[in-house]
């Protein structure tokens, strides 16, 4: 199990739209990685099965799309792995340690849009 390098993408506008679905197809073709995943690719995510980094189902936490042909963190992207990430939709399954690696990854987004993570907001 991975968590992926913090990326330090730069920010899309905060009003930009977020569509996992629509983000991902748009990053295989940016990253040419329509048949597999690569390391351009793994930049959009936060976490990564890797035991099965050859497969996209492995990747999870999605924050990025392509935005005027560069790879950029999209701030609703960023909240919504956020909100994944602190329970919401179900959350999701990962190992202890990863959860803290993505959360810090989500910090410094947040930091970078001037904003808190919902954990912090709570607190």
Known sequence: ???VRFQDLPL???DRSWDADAADRRVREWAH???SPNADYKRAFLWVD???EDEFTAYKLPI???VNGDLKAVPRGIMSAAGVIDGARGGVDLPRDDVAGVKHSLERYYAKM???PPWRKAA
Request: without cysteine; charged residues 40%.
């Open 1 to 3: 199990m991975t968590v």
């Open 50 to 52: 890797g035991d099965r």
């Open 114 to 116: 001037n904003d808190e």
């Open 33 to 35: 990685a329509e048949s």
């Open 64 to 66: 990025a799309d392509v």
């Open 12 to 14: 899309a506008p905060r």
